[in-house]
C-alpha cells in the first residue's frame, strides 16, 4: 500500500508496510500498516464522543473471553469491558458504546483514520507500534506470551521437535514476526500459512492444512473451544514472546490518553481496595480517603480528566473490577479457563500495578 489518504478530521495518514521476508517461502510479512500522522488532530476526542453521544470502540471480530458477540448482537469480554468502562466514565452509561470489529490488519488504519474513538482488541504493545504508528497505548489490561498448539496426535512434546512444520496463524500480527524469529533463531525450517481473518485460521487448522496453530496463548485458549475436537489438541510448554495486550488512541489528545489509561487503572485499582461493582455505591462515604476519592466523595478528579467526579463509580458499579471482569470472560470458571498467572495483583504476587489516584 503506497496510496495516500486525506481523512475528514484533519490528520493525513499515509499508507505503507513494516515487514521483512521470512526465512521459510520468502513471502513477506507485512506486520502493520504504517500510518504517520501529519497533522494534529482538529478534534478533541472526548468532544466528539460526546456530542454523537457513544464511543466507538475496535474489538476483534470474534474472540471468545476478549470481545466477541453472541447471536443478538451483545459484545462480551474483557476487551469489551474496557470499552464499556469508557463510556461509562464519559457518559455515566456504560451502554454507549458501539463496536467496530475488526481484522488484525484493519485494526491500526481504523483508529488512525478516527473511524474508532479507540481500539481494545488483544493488541500487543511494541515499540513500532508506539513509535511509528501515531498512536499511543494506554496500559496492559492482559499480559500474555506467545505460544503453540499442536494435534496430540502429532506427538510432539516441545517446539524443539517442529523442524519443517506447516504453521497456520494470523497476518498483521505479531505473531507472524516472533514465529520467524523463532524458527530461525533454533535454525528451524517452516512454512507459514497465514490468513487475514481469524476464524479462517480455526478452519484451517482443524482440517489439518497445518501441524501448528501459533498464537498469543490466550488466544489459543478461546480458539480452541471452536475446535471440532479441543481435546484432542495440546498447547505445548514453550512461550516465545512478550505479548503485553492493552487498549490503544491516537497520539495529539492527551485527555482522552488519560481518561482510556485511568478506566483501566480505576478498575485494577478498585480489585486492590476490595471495591466491585456489588458493593462500589456503598462504599463512597468508606473511612478510607484512598476509596473516597476513586469514588468521588473527596477530591476532583473526574473534573480533572474532563469528566464528573464519579466516572469511576460509574465504571465499578456498572461493569466491574478488573479481576470480576476476569473472573466472568477468561477465568478458571470460564470455557478459557485462564490461571490468573501474571495478570494477578502485584500485591498477591502477580504484575498488575496501577498508579495511584491522588
Ligand atoms: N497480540 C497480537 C495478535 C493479535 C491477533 O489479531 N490475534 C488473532 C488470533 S488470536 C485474533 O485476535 N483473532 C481474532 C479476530 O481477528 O477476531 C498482535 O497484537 O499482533
Redesign the pocket.
Known sequence: MSNNLVIGIGALVVGGVVGYFAGAGNEKIVEVEKVVEVEKQQTATLDAVKSKGFVQCGV????PGFSNSDDSGKWTGIDVDVCRAVAAAVFGDSSKVKFTPL??KQRFTALASGEIDVLSR???WTMTRDTQLGLNFAGVNYYDGQGMMVPKSLGAKSAMELDGANICT?TG???ELNITDFFRSNAMKFNLVAFE??DE?VAAYDAGRCDVYT??RS?LA??RTKLTNPDDHMVLPEIISK?P?GPVVRQGDDQWFNIVRWSLRAMINAEEMGITSANAKSKVNDNNPAIKRLLGSEGNFGAELGLSNDWALNILSQVGNYGESYEAHVGPNTPLKLDRGVNELWSKGGILYAAPIR
Do not use: H, P, R
Request: proline share 0%; glycine share 8%; net charge negative.
Open positions: 476483534s471480530q470474534g474472540l481484522s488484525a488483544n493488541t500487543t494470523n500480527t505479531t505473531t481473518k481469524a485460521v498464537t498469543d488466544g478461546a480458539q505479548e495486550l
